[in-house]
């Protein structure tokens, strides 16, 4: 084990892990408030208009992901002089996608809202109050993305957990003003969630600008850096724009089909998914530095060995939690909400599903994002996500099933999306052993899905036998059982000799670092 590696990545993973846990907490809090401030077909609008405008940002994410890729990359060559030019070079291009992305949501997006959308009766202002800030908050987001990935590439986790806090405490403060300010509360989150937007990405600016050289910007470009990105994102562009297509459009089409009553139960349904998304998603992140790193440096054995953990771990702490959760959706979402809007319980338990495909995914993509040969596997992920939405369309209007079908046609082909890549990895990055790889996913889903069917046994049982303890209790238990489970069976079966032997040292020396 690269003991320098370790010991950062494990900060980094508890730094993320502690932001996520502060994100979640006031997140699900939140979020019960301000569905009963706000009411369902508000919290629905809220939801619905937010995807309209993602719908017109997949330029931002194909530039998104190359940023990253090259700062870190270049950080893993030293190359300073290099490294200064691509961010100021990256900026100017976020700046000017700003712009056009903002165009096209004023005039697109805006004649799609006031036509197309079913929103209920006298509430056309405050939709196209809460649109204008919605675009606003976009903006910032953009030209935000080069300093997020100055922060990512130079593994400097922590710094989230610090300013996590600050927005912490203004989001809280936003529910009280909800609740004691007497006007449109559609309109007042709106305004409230934009100040906290721009007051979140002026304390990473300063930061930056601070402790990283890098980024002191100057409108000046590198033509040759700006050619390189643009080749880069323009092969990924096909590929995030119809991620985007298919990310934003389930909520369209769940309006197009059964209103804001379907969006209510789909923003609960994801910010739930997100929350436990987020609480095990800093595993990965505080690895994907170093896997970018270590591939540019050509250590290929370390990079292997980064990709092995990496998916290990992100899949174990993923199940530790979302297995609880799939189990005992209906409990967890009752003791959340109170009252649990229509398809809530359902789309909560494929969403589950869906993100770990999606996990596998991002990890196929990282991979790729390294090798910058990202072509083929852009072109194919992106038309499987761009079907996603179209299939599910045309399956609610011409075969009328159940609206869960959405979420099913999406569970079906991320599946296919995860083989397609590995079938590209195997192709294209011939350094990696994929055989080894696959085996691991695989050892881990017949771990998760023997858990998950324990897991199903346990609380059924419990609810026989413990029959006076409340709902909350038994799903606490079962949720205890589960991780204690996942732990012992990982531990057993997935972790080699010496990360067994590195963890049983830690563990009697009592210390991490």
Known sequence: MTQVDNKRVAKNAIALTFRMVLVTIVGLFTSRIVLQALGVDDYGIYGVIGGVVGMVSFLNTSMAGATSRFITFELGRGNEDKLQKIFSTSLIIHIIIAVVVALLAETI???FVNNKMNFPPGRMVAVNVLYQFTIVSMMVNFTQVPYSAAIIAHEKMSIYAYFEIINVTLKLLIVYLLLIVAIDRLILYAALMLAVSVISALIYRFYCIRHFKESHFSWSWDKSIMREMLAFSGYDLYGNMCAVMKSQGQPIILNL????????????????????????????????????????????????????????????????????????????????????????????????????????????????????????????????????????????????????????????????????????????????????????????????????????????????????FSSVIQALLVGLLSLIMIIILSISLLFNKEERSFLLSKIKNRKWS
């Open 109 to 111: 997006g805006l004649w």
């Open 257 to 468: 089909f059964y209103g804001v009553i379907a969006n209510a139960a789909s923003s609960v349904a994801s910010t739930m998914t997100n929350a436990i998304s987020g609480l095990t998603g800093g595993v990965f992140q505080a690895f994907r530095p170093q896997i970018i790193k270590t591939y540019a440096s050509g250590q290929i054995d370390l990079f292997e060995t980064m990709l092995r953990r990496s998916t290990l771990f992100s899949l174990i702490s993923y199940s530790g939690i979302g297995i609880p959760f799939y189990v005992c959706a209906e409990e967890i979402l009752y003791l959340w909400l109170g009252e649990v809007p229509l398809y809530a319980v359902d789309f909560v338990r494929l969403i589950i599903i869906a993100s770990i495909f999606s996990m596998l995914i991002n990890i196929n993509n990282t991979i790729m994002h390294a090798t910058g040969n990202i072509k083929r596997i852009s072109f194919v992920n992106g038309t499987f996500y761009l079907l996603c939405p179209i299939v599910s369309y045309f399956v609610l209007k011409y075969l009328m099933l159940n609206v869960l079908v959405v979420y099913v046609v999406n569970v079906v082909f991320l599946c296919l999306i995860c083989g397609f890549g590995w079938t590209f990895i195997s192709k294209q990055v011939p350094e990696i052993c994929l055989r080894k790889y696959i085996l691991i996913v695989i050892k881990c889903f017949m771990i998760i899905s023997f858990v998950g069917l324990i897991s199903i046994m346990n609380k059924s049982m419990l609810a026989n036998i413990c029959v006076n």
